[in-house]
């Protein structure tokens, strides 16, 4: 617990005693190109090599690469439904249940869990993605959150530069751009520790 | 009700005896041209012309000009907060409640709320808009709806159909362009109509 | 808009320039006596005749009875649906859509729309019900409402005195009881517009 | 994932690869009993001793005791919080972080947030508990859920047997009492593995 009643920017335990939550978002259907999913998988190892958790929507694609990444090497990783219920989950939505050490059922549907997702990460990865993950970085950077995107993996991922200029508007969100799937978790984790910790979201 | 367990595309009914809903979006805070209120004004007067629901995000700004468009005319209007209760909305969210019929309180947030309102929404339109608007319109095309947009208000509502060409996917969300409120409203309407009534969103 | 930005317990103006909103509970499904069905019936008839809005779960049964008195004087009504859209409100949930003026899909399940429709609500009215009722009572007293029990009506609001008992806690939730559905009404509106309005949840 | 589309009942694989995972419900304020209080630890190291990961709704009190207990035998614990981020929930909530391996921000408030931890939860556990350990109850019985309560903790916990006749439903909740909490888990999770798992909710 805190000893006062409102976090504090504490630039000497920035995750305020947790693990870092880092939340991966990307294409769930074909088509995905190979190098997109290698960089999923590879990102998935990285976020279990830090000793961070990892959250995703619990859908298929390239979310799920990075879950058997991470799980490969002992990480810990948390769905975040689009469903009411496990049978909801796997019918309704046809995804995925296996390597996921928590599952949590919102049943706010495909749009709706990605904001609790968002929020319940301190940063968000984008890779490829299609409509869905368009409206996960619009989220993402209305509310504030630091962003890393990993280019060269196609979609969205390659867009967001351009979609950042479109916005026209200061949110507090930032963006960091890498290639390295290894590379860019430690620049985030880096940015977070000594910049974005201050002001984490716009509900911060 | 319905005489068998599901609802069929009913070109006779196509809103099963209720009312059009539509949702408006755009942006909520400053700069917003002369231009883009004045044509959210004439879209909220030609939705009570039409006897349909206005459904908004309960903000200020764009959204909030049709509101106090269509409540001139008597029109019916809901705006859906990101807040748990009135307080919340005026003190926390800086948002108006004067000239809605109903104010339905999600706690969800600034994107959270906007789920919700483009679900209950029959079709979506988009004025101007920033980053938050361009989630909507993620989400509103991620889900498969209809949405309208008025060219030449700027920001998000001008950008479109680059946006729509990067998403890359059918998703079974169509978009009607025009420069006339009342113009665009009656094309939406007969879009949904004719069309769009027999698949309204991926949850029908 | 509010001059300042915090809304201030306003006795001149309880309700903030909009009309007051009732939320109505009870039984779903059968077995549902005649008795209680009236009283719903009437309920609903009084919130139209008050010229309050009508707020259910927008589920059949003693809600529903509610809608249609409401909708039989012309009333506005609103449904907080657990369905994603209407095809699951119809479909999935076995619920009525004819007589409701707009219907907002939560997508959060059965008790999930309920929590959205209490906070929704100025005062909720509780007419006979089991476990659902049960829940609705219970998340109604712990968040502060002002709630009222029409007597008589068997299951649930027969219980409430003694469930409010095994609280055994101070929420600022407040129980009206009575037999006449119009005398309660009255008896609610004026608790509100006198008292409760000062601290009317505890999100106010 | 599942070979098939709709998942089955698998007595051989009740939990379909994942871990069970248990919510614990009651007080989160004072007056708590020294033996609740215990009696929440216990039920804690037992959950962690059982492999189990423990849910709660991030709150104080009991449900923060059996967090700490499952903690000190290196249980998985994860919290799902009424605020919509850490801020929210340390500063308008006062609710702790520390000894949570994952919190998921809701934003749905003090009940919003328990209806998507029940879901979560393949079973809950009720101690002692008031108002909001009494709508948890509804919700899980509402929702088909297995429950189980330690008789002798107070509060609710004393009253289930009372509330369930009040019901008067079926629903396909189950209610288990104990005195012992590692006792009442073994009991819980025997009556999952060999009855419940057919029929986990009223979504399955």
């Given at each position: 617990m805190f000893p006062s009643d409102q976090p504090q920017?504490?630039?000497?335990d920035p995750f305020h005693g947790m693990k870092p939550k880092i939340g991966v978002m990307g294409s769930c259907s074909e088509p995905i190109s190979k190098q997109a999913r290698a960089a999923a998988r590879s990102l998935g190892e990285a976020i279990a090599r830090n000793d961070c958790v990892l959250i995703t929507g619990a859908s298929p694609g390239l979310p799920y690469d990075s879950v058997l990444g991470a799980k490969s090497l002992g990480g810990l990783t948390v769905g975040i439904s689009p469903g009411l219920s496990l049978a909801e989950h796997v019918g309704k939505y046809a995804s995925p249940c296996q390597g996921f050490d928590v599952i949590v059922y919102t049943g706010s549907g495909l749009m709706g869990r990605e904001v609790e997702n968002i929020r319940s990460s301190d940063m968000v990865v984008i890779i490829g993605g299609r409509s869905g993950t368009l409206g996960e970085f619009a989220i993402a950077y209305d509310e504030g959150k630091l962003i890393g995107v990993l280019r060269g993996t196609g979609g969205i991922a390659d867009q967001v530069e351009l979609l950042s200029r479109i916005c026209?508007?200061?949110?507090g969100g930032h963006i960091i751009y890498g290639t390295d799937p290894a590379a860019l978790l430690s620049d985030l984790l880096k940015y977070y520790r000594t910049v974005h910790c201050a002001n984490p979201s716009c509900f911060s």
């Open positions: 920017a504490n630039y000497d026209e508007k200061e949110t």
